[in-house]
């Protein structure tokens, strides 16, 4: 294998992201370990190497002795193209070995896109797609983790389970089950069965979809032991919970390139657009003492001069000046710069601004999400033009000249004003400067970047009708009028591609074909522009007889059955709905520190959340 | 404050690593290394590291140098010690030098080239035969059909098999500059039937003046 490697790698660009080799890599040997894991991530080695949920997983997995955690990633097309050429299946980074071969073989699912190169990842690999022609072989287990598992059902018929929720715990007690019930001589279908019985793993084949008539879901029912409710997996203590001391450090450079500590799980604000904020409940941070013991440890095994500080709102720390304080004690002394990817409006204070400054001065980066503070209600986004300003005035004092704001189009209850508002709101950050007598040298930029907004599920507007692609591409053409200032730059998004996210998210089983339809008509790498079809896919929905519209564009009522409904990411239903009548009435939700919305979250814990 | 040139190897997978990914990578391995390097003063400190000749993607070296300042002097082969503790496999310091020449100094480097097929060698024979060697080759101004023959010595040249080995001198530094890679794709188009090239490896850098550099 590596000798026919070696004779190709030469005629690829940027050939390390296919031979491993980096710092930091475990390698093991393979006649000692008992349970091989390939943790495929379906796109390309740039970006999946920069995903923090990956290097946790690996670095867990692979502190077990006897287990053995490797790497692979979709190729580029060049690669591609050699592989299918020479007979080169797909392989694992570190060994270099067959992925055929391993015990598991487990994707990450972080965004719908990503679906059809997983299907051209098992066919690169040689392993049958549908699940049911897999036969009764224990091994290779194709697993599923990661965000987009709160919905796996158009996904459902090529993998033999989903593991949902947090993956530090259950994972480790997955792999246990196998090796025990393998050593046993257990069949494929007799370990799904058993493994259906660990909390947080859904094993779809155990389940029978029935559908009405007019094509929604009727029922979802188990067969034999199986749960009737899937519920996610969550780390309780997670001050404690496990973090790799060392990453694999890549030779090229890839999107996120640099060390962070994940500081926080979960987010106080409830944003009614946004999945995560819902998915990762309930809020936990780590000690200001844990994560900077982990970040030292990060920068002192991996080199890296740059730290980050990541969650879903970094400023959202009950303790970040602290920690920021101590942080910066170890990292200016070693010349490393400390960022704070997600920063907020409405706490970023000035003491905050001066610490981040002191290393590194960049872009920054807001996102107000609507253009009007009724808008901004609706979707509790509770960030006023008031905080946008005096944030934009802090920066602007500090020498900042590049503002990025982000929008999105197409929301709930959404006008044609509340577009207008998008360009009003970056033409006074504009004046804001302007009038300033002391600004920085140096010309202003603001950006406005607005996409398209696409439901998503257990969040409360997981009943809405996405807007349809005329009416977006009219308000995109409102905005695009509606800006006169040259010092504002607009981006949008093509809207065919949320079309399609929007019928993944919300998809049911019946997409299995669809899916299926498009990668073999040679789609794949679709969350690459380059690469993303339209046509492929619309001819995809008619072959099968599905209605893209049906997923993307219809009003759900609040009592119909969703494909995920058998999923419990514990938010409650009623909760969502609740949310759901307050967004059209108008009314904000407060944070989860200042008052508790009683989403059902806080179960997992057994106390209150704060 | 004292500067240090390391010799080092670069073979293996190695190889597959651009210029520019293996600064970034040795940056890292000196950050990981613990040794005392000095950064530059300004408002972006960085690390000082310098590589006097560049390698291209695909060829090995046993002779690579990379100059870099410490704050404070050391033993020689603790500074080895130290970063090849932190280094990954198929990048090996094994040697450093106080640097007595420049990079401006530099003038020819030495390859060993093994080649594997049938009539290799009667080829390279017909191939050094020409008077003239025409090959595309970058420079400054884009890519340029030159003559390269001048440029191309054979130090030594034998066979073991099929297998055709060859010791290449070809000038190498800011001046002229032929990289290994364009004489053996001029090769393969002379000699028009199939061959595998098993290794091709940097094994001396040479000064202007003939002496070695380092
Ligand atoms: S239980 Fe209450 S405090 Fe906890 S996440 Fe849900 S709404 Fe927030």
């Known amino acids: 294998m590596k000798k026919k490697l070696e004779s190709f790698l030469l005629d690829v660009q940027k050939p390390s992201r296919y031979c491993g080799g980096e710092v930091g890599q475990i390698v093991k040997d393979k006649e000692k370990v008992d349970v091989r894991f390939a943790f495929c991530f379906p796109d390309i080695y740039d970006v999946g190497m920069s995903h923090l949920g990956m290097k946790i997983l690996y670095s867990l997995i692979n502190e077990r002795e006897n287990y053995w955690c490797e790497r692979v990633f979709a190729p580029w097309q060049d690669m591609e193209e050699i592989m299918r050429r020479e007979g080169i299946p797909l392989y694992a980074l570190e060994s270099l070995d067959p992925v055929k071969e391993f015990d598991f073989v487990g994707f990450t699912l972080q965004y719908e896109m990503s679906y059809t190169t997983i299907l051209n990842m098992l066919d690169l690999a040689g392993i049958p797609i549908w699940q049911r022609e897999r036969g009764e072989n224990i091994a290779p287990m194709v697993v599923a983790g990661g965000p987009c598992c709160c919905n796996p059902e158009p996904l459902a018929d090529f993998f033999d389970l989903f593991i949902l929720g947090e993956g530090e715990e259950v994972n480790l007690e997955l792999m246990d089950l196998y090796r025990d019930m393998r050593d046993r001589g257990a069949s494929r279908s007799e370990f799904l069965r058993a493994a259906a019985q660990i909390e947080g793993i859904y094993v779809p084949s155990l389940y029978d979809v029935a559908y009405h008539a007019d094509g929604t879901v009727k029922s979802v029912t188990p067969q034999g032991h199986a749960p009737a409710v899937v519920r996610k997996r969550v780390i309780v203590d ?15 450079e890839i999107v996120h390139d640099r060390v962070s500590v994940e500081v926080l799980r979960g987010c106080i604000r409830g944003c009614r657009f946004c999945q995560a904020g819902f998915l990762y409940r309930p809020f936990r941070e780590k000690s200001p003492e844990t994560i900077c013991a982990e970040g030292r440890a990060l920068c002192e095994h991996s080199g890296y001069d740059e730290l980050s500080l990541s969650s879903l709102s970094t400023s959202d720390h009950s303790r970040l000046e602290e920690t920021l304080d101590e942080m910066l004690t170890y990292t200016a002394q ?29 872009g920054l980066t807001f996102a107000p999400e609507a253009g009007t503070q009724r808008l901004r209600d609706v979707i509790n986004k509770n960030v006023t033009e008031e905080e946008l300003m005096r944030t934009c005035k802090i920066a602007f004092d500090g020498g900042y000249t590049q503002v990025k704001l982000y929008f999105m189009m197409g929301l709930p209850t959404e006008t044609d004003d509340d577009i207008v508002g998008i360009a009003d709101l970056a033409q006074k950050v504009v004046d804001l400067f302007y009038d300033m007598p002391d600004r920085a040298k140096g010309k202003l930029q603001v950006s406005i970047s607005a996409a398209t907004f696409v439901p998503k599920p257990f969040t409360p507007f997981e009943f809405e009708p996405q807007m349809e692609k005329e009416e977006i591409l009219r308000r995109q053409e409102i905005l695009r009028r509606a800006v006169k200032s040259k010092r504002v730059r607009v981006s949008m998004h093509v809207s065919d591609v949320s079309q399609i996210e929007a019928v993944l998210a919300r998809g049911d089983r019946r997409l299995g074909r669809v899916l299926y339809e498009v990668w073999k008509n040679g789609g794949h790498l679709d969350s690459w522009e380059e690469y993303f079809d339209a046509g492929r896919w619309y001819a995809a929905f008619e072959t099968c007889g599905l209605d893209p519209a049906f997923y993307a564009n219809r009003r759900r009522d609040y ?21 759901n009548e307050k967004a059209h009435a108008g009314v904000i939700t407060p944070t989860c520190r200042e008052q508790c919305a009683g989403c059902g979250a806080n179960s997992c814990l057994g106390r209150a959340c704060f | 404050m004292k500067d240090y040139r390391i010799v080092f190897e670069k073979t293996g997978r190695m190889i597959y690593i651009s210029h520019l990914d293996l600064n970034r990578c040795m940056l890292r391995a000196v950050r990981r290394s613990g040794l005392p390097a000095w950064y530059t003063e300004g408002f972006h400190p960085h690390l000082y590291l310098m590589f006097p000749l560049a390698l291209s993607l695909g060829t090995e070296s046993v002779c690579e140098a990379m100059d870099i300042r410490l704050t404070e002097e050391m033993p020689e082969e603790e500074i080895c010690m130290h970063l ?11 040697d450093v030098h106080t640097p007595q020449y420049m990079t401006k100094d530099i003038g020819s480097a030495r390859y060993e080239v093994i080649l594997q097929g049938e009539g290799l060698s009667e080829a390279w024979e017909t191939f050094l035969a020409q008077e003239q060697i025409i090959a595309p080759k970058h420079t400054k101004k884009g ?31 800011n001046e002229r500059n032929l990289n290994v890679g364009v004489v053996l794709s001029a090769f393969g188009k002379h000699a028009d039937k199939p061959f595998l090239t098993k290794k091709v490896c940097r094994t001396k850098i040479f000064c202007i003046n003939g002496e070695e550099f380092f």
């Open chain 1, 238 to 252: 997670f001050d404690k919970v496990y973090y790799p001391e060392q990453v694999v450090v890549p030779f090229i």
């Open chain 1, 334 to 362: 070693r010349h490393i710069n400390l960022s704070l990817p997600s920063l907020r409006v409405d706490n970023f204070s000035q003491s905050v601004l001066d610490k981040i400054t002191a290393v590194r001065k960049s």
């Open chain 1, 559 to 579: 009592e119909e059955v969703m494909p995920w409904d058998h999923i419990d990411y514990m938010v409650s239903k009623q909760f969502l709905i609740r949310e």
């Open chain 2, 84 to 94: 090849n503790a932190a280094l990954p496999e198929g990048l090996h310091a094994h």
């Open chain 2, 143 to 173: 890519m340029k059909d030159i003559d390269i023959r001048p440029m191309l010595t054979t130090e030594e040249m034998h066979t073991e098999g099929d297998k055709l080995i060859l010791t290449l001198r070809l000038p190498a530094g």
